[in-house]
């Protein structure tokens, strides 16, 4: 399909009475990226070359969210909400002259698939004019209706202006719509708004597309994938399904999961083969994971990648701009952030390692922290190629300790730390024999 030029139109005007939010509803995420963002993804994916998202007064966020996913994204602005038609007619602008392909879809409906588009693209090169993505439902409710005879599609219905006959059929509108670029505007620029709710809707276009003998064709798509968000338990159901299908996808592509349900991923985590990820792991926005290592119960990961052969965890955070390299070890109730990690490494226990660097083969002891954040700015540490760090150490940035050194535990270390250098810094231990004793005697003698 690369010969024909893709536009789509992401229907997002709707401030979303419903959720009850001070911001839009399509800027609620799901999996940890905006539905508006999801939206864009899939149609970035379907090959969608320009993006023209319709928008609220006030609403340049909704505009930002697309743009950080498509390069070439323009907002329209939908001053008063007179309908789906009236809203697609907004980004005119933008089908003057139009692609090939323009789908419409709603910045609220998250879970639609790159491979559905595809398939409607597919109808539109075969030389359909009008395209709609239906689905069947046993609960047709509020849906419209897509109304066929002879296995033809004649109209889509409005469930408000159906007779009691048309509501009783179960094949519905999805809302998604695709149309060929040479007659969306003048069919757009026909619809009217005698109906029940006064609006233009778009799905008028259907019986306007057959009243000119152009070709109509409808496609079908699992309800599930339909499902769009109104109110916060629909966002709720919504990341559940997300979820259910990101485990699956990574136990397809050759991860372990423990307990897939208390594994919660984001629209971009990335899993290598082998990996093994035990109970309640959270994967944040931007992480990556390869091949054969393992992230144990309970850790918390954003930002952050991971190298073969690491384990990570149980009761790790790893926050952005973590890197760790292969076969690096991070144990329980470590922190890094801003830290790369060379291969084989160790930071096993009850350490914050923030704006370092950390060579191969060293070794950080039990309570390490590097002390990076003097109230004002941040500074950077840096621990050499074999290195060991001995418990319980502050390194107060910024901090360098040479390849081999050793610092003994307890240490506040302020200076520079050549390599294969010793440093300590510790008062002298006041011991005295019998002192205990003598001191117990006197109190019992007291009491
Ligand atoms: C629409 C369809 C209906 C379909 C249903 C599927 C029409 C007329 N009806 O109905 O057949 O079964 O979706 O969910 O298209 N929007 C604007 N500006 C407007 C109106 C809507 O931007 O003036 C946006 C909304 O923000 C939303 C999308 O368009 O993202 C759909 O609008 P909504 O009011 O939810 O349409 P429905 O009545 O549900
Ligand atoms: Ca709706």
């Not at 010969?3 to 911001?23: D, H, V």
């Not at 299908?245 to 984001?266: I, Y």
Request: some cysteine.
């Amino acid at each position: 399909m690369a010969e024909r030029r893709c536009q789509a139109i992401i229907l997002a005007a709707g401030q979303g009475t419903r959720m009850k939010s001070s911001k839009p509803k399509v800027l609620h995420e799901v999996a940890g990226l905006s539905m508006a963002g999801h939206v864009t993804k899939v149609a970035r994916d379907a090959g969608v070359e320009l993006v023209s998202v319709v928008v609220g007064p006030e609403m340049e966020a909704v505009h930002k969210a697309a743009a950080a996913i498509h390069p070439a994204v323009y907002a329209h602005v939908q001053t008063e909400r007179l309908g789906t038609g009236h809203a697609v007619l907004a980004a005119k602008a933008d089908l003057v002259e139009a692609c090939d392909d323009v789908i419409v879809l709603f910045g609220d409906t998250p879970l639609l698939r790159t491979e559905t588009i595809l398939a409607m693209r597919q109808k539109l090169a075969e030389g359909n004019d009008v395209v709609v993505l239906g689905f069947r439902t046993d609960e047709p409710g509020p849906y419209g209706r897509l109304l066929e005879e002879a296995g033809k599609l004649v109209a889509i219905r409005e469930a408000k202006d159906c007779s009691p006959e048309e509501l009783g059929v179960t094949f519905c509108n999805g809302g998604i719509m695709g149309f060929s670029g040479k007659v969306i505007l003048s069919l757009l620029e026909s619809i009217g708004s005698n109906n029940a709710q006064g609006e233009y809707y778009l799905t008028d276009a259907v019986e306007l597309a057959n009243a000119r003998g152009l070709a109509v064709a409808a496609i079908e798509a699992p309800e599930a994938e339909l499902q769009g968000v109104n109110n916060r338990a629909h966002l709720a159901k919504v990341e559940a399904s997300y979820q259910a299908a990101a485990r699956l996808k990574a136990m397809e592509e050759g991860a372990t999961l423990l307990a897939p349900d208390t594994v919660f991923f984001s629209h971009d985590t990335k899993l290598g083969r082998d990996v093994l990820i035990e109970q309640n792991v959270i994967f944040a926005p931007g992480v990556s994971i390869a091949d054969h290592a393992t992230i144990r119960a309970f850790s918390h990961l954003e930002g952050a990648s991971v190298a073969e052969g690491c384990v990570v965890g149980p009761y790790a955070r790893l926050r952005p701009g973590t890197e760790l390299e292969a076969d690096v070890k991070i144990g329980n109730f470590v922190e890094t952030k801003k830290a790369k990690i060379e291969k084989g490494a160790k930071v096993n226990h009850l350490s914050y390692i923030g704006d370092a660097r950390i060579g191969s083969k060293a070794n950080i002891g039990a309570g390490t922290i590097t002390c990076n954040y003097d109230g004002f700015n941040k500074f950077q540490t840096d621990i050499g190629v074999g290195a060991f760090i001995g418990s319980n150490t502050a390194l107060v940035a910024p901090a360098k300790i040479g390849d081999g050194a050793i610092v003994g535990a307890g240490s506040v270390i302020t200076s520079p730390v050549n390599a294969d250098a010793l440093a300590v810094t510790r008062a002298k231990a006041f011991v005295k024999d019998g002192w205990a004793a003598a001191f117990r005697a006197k109190k019992a003698k007291k009491s």
